[in-house]
Protein backbone atom coordinates (compact mmCIF):
# COMPACT_ATOMS: atom_id res chain seq x y z
CA UNK A 1 0.00 0.00 0.00
CA UNK A 2 1.40 3.53 -0.71
CA UNK A 3 1.59 6.88 1.84
CA UNK A 4 0.11 9.39 -0.04
CA UNK A 5 0.26 13.56 0.88
CA UNK A 6 -3.06 14.84 -0.89
CA UNK A 7 -3.23 18.49 -1.26
CA UNK A 8 -6.50 20.35 -1.46
CA UNK A 9 -7.92 22.63 -4.29
CA UNK A 10 -8.46 26.41 -4.05
CA UNK A 11 -11.66 25.80 -2.51
CA UNK A 12 -10.07 24.62 0.74
CA UNK A 13 -10.05 21.01 2.25
CA UNK A 14 -13.89 20.42 1.18
CA UNK A 15 -15.68 17.71 2.10
CA UNK A 16 -15.53 16.26 -1.23
CA UNK A 17 -11.66 16.25 -0.99
CA UNK A 18 -11.79 14.13 2.48
CA UNK A 19 -14.31 12.06 0.75
CA UNK A 20 -11.93 10.73 -1.75
CA UNK A 21 -9.02 10.73 0.43
CA UNK A 22 -11.21 8.35 2.86
CA UNK A 23 -11.88 6.67 -0.34
CA UNK A 24 -8.06 5.37 -0.82
CA UNK A 25 -7.86 4.75 3.07
CA UNK A 26 -10.43 1.99 2.26
CA UNK A 27 -8.14 0.79 -0.16
CA UNK A 28 -5.34 0.42 3.02
CA UNK A 29 -3.70 3.51 1.75
CA UNK A 30 -2.29 5.85 4.10
CA UNK A 31 -3.18 9.49 3.26
CA UNK A 32 -2.28 12.66 4.77
CA UNK A 33 -4.35 15.62 4.17
CA UNK A 34 -2.94 19.09 4.86
CA UNK A 35 -5.35 22.20 5.44
CA UNK A 36 -3.44 25.01 3.98
CA UNK A 37 -6.66 26.77 4.54
CA UNK A 38 -7.03 26.51 8.52
CA UNK A 39 -10.28 25.47 8.05
CA UNK A 40 -11.92 27.97 5.58
CA UNK A 41 -13.75 26.23 2.43
CA UNK A 42 -15.22 28.55 -0.29
CA UNK A 43 -18.09 28.18 -2.42
CA UNK A 44 -16.63 29.30 -5.52
CA UNK A 45 -13.21 29.12 -7.17
CA UNK A 46 -13.27 32.99 -7.61
CA UNK A 47 -13.22 33.08 -3.34
CA UNK A 48 -10.66 31.01 -2.35
CA UNK A 49 -8.28 32.47 -4.73
CA UNK A 50 -9.70 35.65 -3.18
CA UNK A 51 -8.32 34.04 0.57
CA UNK A 52 -5.41 32.68 -1.47
CA UNK A 53 -4.26 36.28 -2.59
CA UNK A 54 -4.85 37.63 0.71
CA UNK A 55 -3.06 35.02 2.85
CA UNK A 56 -0.25 34.79 0.04
CA UNK A 57 -0.08 32.39 -2.17
CA UNK A 58 3.51 31.39 -2.02
CA UNK A 59 3.40 31.08 2.26
CA UNK A 60 0.35 28.50 1.42
CA UNK A 61 2.76 26.47 -0.41
CA UNK A 62 5.51 26.92 1.60
CA UNK A 63 3.52 25.90 4.07
CA UNK A 64 2.37 22.81 1.97
CA UNK A 65 6.06 22.01 1.28
CA UNK A 66 6.92 21.76 5.10
CA UNK A 67 3.96 18.96 5.70
CA UNK A 68 6.27 17.06 3.82
CA UNK A 69 8.90 17.33 5.90
CA UNK A 70 7.69 15.28 8.71
CA UNK A 71 6.69 12.05 6.46
CA UNK A 72 8.75 9.99 4.78
CA UNK A 73 10.13 10.79 1.69
CA UNK A 74 8.67 7.88 -1.05
CA UNK A 75 5.31 9.13 -1.06
CA UNK A 76 3.14 9.61 -3.42
CA UNK A 77 2.19 12.76 -3.74
CA UNK A 78 -1.15 13.92 -5.23
CA UNK A 79 -2.69 17.49 -5.93
CA UNK A 80 -6.10 18.87 -6.98
CA UNK A 81 -6.07 21.90 -8.86
CA UNK A 82 -4.03 24.90 -6.78
CA UNK A 83 -2.73 21.86 -4.67
CA UNK A 84 -0.79 20.47 -7.97
CA UNK A 85 1.68 23.30 -7.71
CA UNK A 86 3.52 21.60 -4.49
CA UNK A 87 2.35 18.07 -5.11
CA UNK A 88 4.12 18.65 -8.72
CA UNK A 89 6.93 20.63 -7.05
CA UNK A 90 7.48 17.60 -4.59
CA UNK A 91 7.18 15.50 -6.57
CA UNK A 92 10.39 16.74 -8.72
CA UNK A 93 12.52 18.16 -6.58
CA UNK A 94 11.78 15.79 -3.15
CA UNK A 95 14.24 12.57 -3.53
CA UNK A 96 12.58 9.44 -2.73
CA UNK A 97 9.25 9.99 -4.50
CA UNK A 98 6.97 7.06 -5.49
CA UNK A 99 4.44 8.85 -7.77
CA UNK A 100 2.75 12.07 -8.62
CA UNK A 101 -1.47 12.07 -8.99
CA UNK A 102 -1.91 15.78 -10.57
CA UNK A 103 -5.82 16.27 -11.14
CA UNK A 104 -7.51 19.37 -13.11
CA UNK A 105 -3.87 20.86 -13.45
CA UNK A 106 -0.31 20.01 -15.11
CA UNK A 107 2.83 22.70 -14.54
CA UNK A 108 5.47 22.62 -17.24
CA UNK A 109 8.26 20.36 -16.54
CA UNK A 110 10.96 22.95 -16.24
CA UNK A 111 9.13 24.95 -13.18
CA UNK A 112 10.94 22.92 -11.27
CA UNK A 113 13.54 20.90 -13.10
CA UNK A 114 15.03 19.88 -16.62
CA UNK A 115 12.95 17.21 -16.99
CA UNK A 116 10.43 14.74 -15.11
CA UNK A 117 12.41 12.28 -12.32
CA UNK A 118 13.26 9.03 -14.16
CA UNK A 119 11.10 6.23 -11.89
CA UNK A 120 8.46 8.66 -10.87
CA UNK A 121 5.43 7.96 -12.45
CA UNK A 122 2.51 10.11 -12.68
CA UNK A 123 -1.06 10.72 -14.00
CA UNK A 124 -2.57 13.78 -15.30
CA UNK A 125 -6.41 14.12 -15.05
CA UNK A 126 -8.63 16.83 -16.14
CA UNK A 127 -11.45 17.62 -18.52
CA UNK A 128 -11.54 18.46 -22.25
CA UNK A 129 -13.74 21.64 -22.04
CA UNK A 130 -12.24 23.14 -18.40
CA UNK A 131 -11.11 26.58 -19.12
CA UNK A 132 -8.59 26.43 -16.27
CA UNK A 133 -7.04 22.93 -17.74
CA UNK A 134 -7.26 23.92 -20.94
CA UNK A 135 -4.34 26.60 -19.98
CA UNK A 136 -2.46 23.71 -18.44
CA UNK A 137 -3.24 21.28 -21.16
CA UNK A 138 0.14 22.03 -23.12
CA UNK A 139 2.35 21.67 -20.64
CA UNK A 140 0.12 18.33 -19.48
CA UNK A 141 0.96 16.87 -22.98
CA UNK A 142 4.83 17.34 -22.98
CA UNK A 143 5.11 15.96 -20.02
CA UNK A 144 2.93 12.80 -20.93
CA UNK A 145 5.47 12.50 -24.12
CA UNK A 146 8.56 13.14 -21.99
CA UNK A 147 8.69 9.69 -20.28
CA UNK A 148 6.90 5.96 -20.17
CA UNK A 149 6.24 6.80 -17.00
CA UNK A 150 3.57 9.43 -17.76
CA UNK A 151 -0.43 9.03 -18.34
CA UNK A 152 -2.69 11.66 -19.12
CA UNK A 153 -6.48 11.22 -19.27
CA UNK A 154 -8.52 13.64 -20.78
CA UNK A 155 -12.68 13.27 -19.78
CA UNK A 156 -15.03 14.64 -21.73
CA UNK A 157 -16.99 18.11 -20.39
CA UNK A 158 -16.58 21.55 -18.95
CA UNK A 159 -16.31 21.02 -15.33
CA UNK A 160 -12.60 21.87 -13.20
CA UNK A 161 -13.41 19.87 -9.66
CA UNK A 162 -15.32 17.19 -11.45
CA UNK A 163 -14.08 14.59 -8.95
CA UNK A 164 -14.93 16.98 -5.92
CA UNK A 165 -18.61 15.23 -4.67
CA UNK A 166 -19.51 18.09 -2.45
CA UNK A 167 -19.65 20.51 -5.53
CA UNK A 168 -21.68 21.45 -7.73
CA UNK A 169 -19.25 20.71 -10.69
CA UNK A 170 -19.74 17.25 -9.39
CA UNK A 171 -19.56 13.90 -12.40
CA UNK A 172 -20.17 10.85 -11.36
CA UNK A 173 -19.01 9.10 -13.83
CA UNK A 174 -16.25 10.53 -14.64
CA UNK A 175 -15.17 10.65 -11.03
CA UNK A 176 -15.17 7.28 -10.97
CA UNK A 177 -13.46 6.44 -13.92
CA UNK A 178 -11.01 8.95 -11.93
CA UNK A 179 -11.12 7.03 -8.78
CA UNK A 180 -10.60 3.49 -10.46
CA UNK A 181 -7.53 4.73 -12.64
CA UNK A 182 -6.05 6.13 -9.05
CA UNK A 183 -6.39 3.28 -7.44
CA UNK A 184 -4.51 0.90 -10.07
CA UNK A 185 -2.06 3.59 -10.11
CA UNK A 186 -1.33 3.94 -6.43
CA UNK A 187 -1.77 -0.22 -6.49
CA UNK A 188 1.36 -0.33 -8.72
CA UNK A 189 3.66 2.17 -7.29
Do not use: N
Not at 48 to 68: C, N, P, Q, T
Not at 122 to 147: M, N, W, Y
Request: charged content about 20%.
Amino acid sequence: MAEVLLYHHIQGLTDGVRAFADDLRQAGHTVHTPDLFDGHTFDSIEAGFGFARESGLDAIRERGIAAADDLSPDLVYVGFSFGVTIAQDLAQTRPGARGALLMYSCLPVTEFGDAWPTGVPVQIHGKDGDEFFDEDLPAARELAESTAAAELFVYPGDQHLFADSSLPAYDPQAAALLRDRVRAFLASV
